[in-house]
Nanobody, 122 residues
Framework: QVQLVESGGGLVQAGDSLRLSCAAGGRIISSYSMGWFRQAPGKERESVAIITWRSGWTNYADSVKGRFTISRDNAKNTVYLQMNSLKPEDTAVYFC???????????????WGQGTQVIVSS
């Protein structure tokens, strides 16, 4: 089993920055991918960014490229999402997840955290 705990969400203004953290515990598999996903009210869950534990390969949704950066600290078993130039449309609950596939498809991820709320006011 893997436990994931997100933190760092909050209420900010458009143009501000936030850094989300996802602390992983339990049986962490180094070949797995870690991802950040988000879900806004009334919308489906969508991918934001993914990274591999082992190599640090990254991929981003087009909507966040150039604004968000995903990174990991293997020694701390923690993945981060640095979010800059936030927009009101970034408002959502942000989840981290882990799974065996290198994919942006959230349905492929087996383990999920509880989420952290991000609200961006205009």
């Amino acid at each position: 089993q893997v436990q994931l705990v997100e933190s760092g969400g909050g209420l900010v203004q458009a143009g501000d920055s936030l850094r989300l953290s996802c602390a992983a515990g339990g049986r962490i598999i180094s070949s797995y991918s870690m991802g950040w996903f988000r879900q806004a009210p009334g919308k489906e869950r969508e991918s934001v960014a993914i990274i591999t534990w082992r190599s640090g390969w990254t991929n981003y949704a087009d909507s966040v490229k150039g604004r968000f950066t995903i990174s990991r600290d293997n020694a701390k078993n923690t993945v981060y999402l640095q979010m800059n130039s936030l927009k009101p449309e970034d408002t959502a609950v942000y989840f981290c997840a882990t799974g065996p596939r290198w994919t942006m498809d959230p349905s492929a991820y087996a383990y999920w955290g509880q989420g952290t709320q991000v609200i961006v006011s205009s």
